[in-house]
């Protein structure tokens, strides 16, 4: 809809509420404000309206504004507990030079809002201008118990510095990148990013367009503690009751439950049997050859499993060649003799793992550098302060799904 349509018809906005439900109370948790245009029987998403920088900011904050002011009398007036989600640019800020922002909660405070319930969403990434002031603000607010949420992540190109100086609360990914096959190694890679820094931060994840059981099994096995779209709840001008969705999230995460266990199950036996096979077949490999030659046998034996295998010692310097299997056969690549991987994440700490349990392990899932493959590596000590890598095959991975989670 045309902008100058919307700015004709401001009496005609009004809010509209999404649910966002907890992981750990399976409860309603708060609700997040979206403008909508209700005209001709028909109720018109304003998200367009917010995200076209041809948009006057005026304009912008004239219709967040109103649709704030409506929101926060519903909800006082409602005797509602729960957090409220204000979408607010970031930008706002900056030309909000009367504290206009702020006096309008203080108003609302004063006829009984919490100000620790009300959670600021702003998208980062769309911010242009000095981020000292806009941080110093979100200190100054959240002193007065207001929360910051970074809207967005997962879509666009977010600054992680720039993040981490708002200090956010919560950090809230949008999930549509899913969608996409073409995207979703790429996507997974942000996604686990995005959980390291919200555990170094101390912030929650908010997943949002959450569109099917998969995207909401997704968002738990990554850590969300919240959750939001249409798969849990659509927007609504009213607020729902807030164990509307109790049983059936009890129900779902303990299917989730079921099936982590089975794959890391999965993932514990393979453990276990790569560590079998590995020690008896290195065992019979013949010990008066070169070191190459020796992972040359062992590799013969193991091609249905693994397509790279190498050995270093435990300060991480390649000991042998890297041993590829190729439609030929294995290929011997001497170019990668001699190099270190100590800086690799969790070599040290492997290496560790391995000299004091005496056993291999089975890594997590990564995206490989070479080949852009998702695979896993299994790491084995051998005697003399060396410790074996053997890259499971992509096609050993299809054979065996649980792997590939």
């Not at 930008?91 to 108003?107: A, G, V």
């Not at 997962?154 to 510095?161: E, M, P, V």
């Not at 170019?335 to 492997?350: A, L």
Request: no cysteine; net charge negative.
């Amino acid at each position: 809809m045309d902008p100058l349509d919307i700015m004709m018809h401001v009496d005609k906005v009004k809010p509209y509420f999404q649910a966002i439900f907890s992981a750990d109370s399976h409860e309603v948790t708060g609700y997040e404000v979206l403008g909508r245009l209700e005209i001709d029987n028909q109720v018109i998403p304003l998200g367009s309206f917010f995200h076209d920088t041809n948009v006057p900011d005026d304009f912008k904050m004239e219709i967040d504004q109103k649709v704030q002011d409506m929101a926060l009398k519903q909800y006082v007036e409602q005797g509602m507990d729960e957090h409220l989600y204000l979408n607010v640019h970031a930008n706002y800020f900056l030309l909000d030079k009367e504290d206009q922002f702020l006096n309008h909660l203080l108003k609302y405070q004063e006829k009984g809002l919490d100000l620790s319930k009300i959670v600021i969403e702003i998208t980062e990434h769309q911010f242009r201008g000095d981020i000292e002031l806009v941080t110093h603000t979100f200190k100054y607010l959240k002193t007065m118990g207001v929360k910051v949420a970074i809207d967005d992540l997962g879509t666009g190109t977010s600054n992680l510095d720039r993040i981490s100086l708002m200090e956010p609360d919560i950090l809230k990914v949008d999930l549509q990148a899913l969608q996409s096959e073409s995207n979703s190694n790429g996507f997974h890679g942000i996604i686990y990013s995005l959980s390291l820094l919200a555990r170094k931060l101390g912030a929650e994840l908010l997943f949002d367009g959450i569109t099917s059981n998969y995207h909401f099994h997704y968002a738990w096995r990554n850590n969300g503690r919240f959750y939001q779209g249409s798969f849990l709840a659509e927007t609504s001008d009213t607020f729902v009751a807030k164990d509307v969705l109790k049983e059936r999230f009890r129900q779902n995460i303990q299917q989730f439950i079921e099936v982590e266990r089975s794959k890391l199950t999965t993932k514990y036996q393979l453990t276990a049997t790569l560590n079998q096979q590995v020690q008896e077949k290195w065992q019979l490999v013949k010990k008066n050859k070169s070191l190459d030659e020796q992972v040359d046998s062992l590799a013969k034996e193991m091609e249905h499993i693994f397509f790279r295998i190498y050995v270093t010692d435990e300060d991480g310097f390649q000991k042998t060649v890297n041993l590829v299997h190729m439609d030929q056969g294995w290929v011997w690549d001497e170019t990668i003799k001699g190099k270190n991987w100590s800086w690799r994440p969790y070599f040290i700490e492997n290496v560790i793992r391995m000299k004091e349990d005496q056993a291999g392990i089975l890594s997590d899932l990564y995206n490989d550098i070479e080949t852009g493959d998702r695979i896993r590596t299994f790491s084995y000590p051998l005697a003399d302060s060396l410790y074996l890598f053997m890259d499971v095959s992509p096609m050993y991975m299809d054979e065996n799904e649980d792997l590939l989670w």
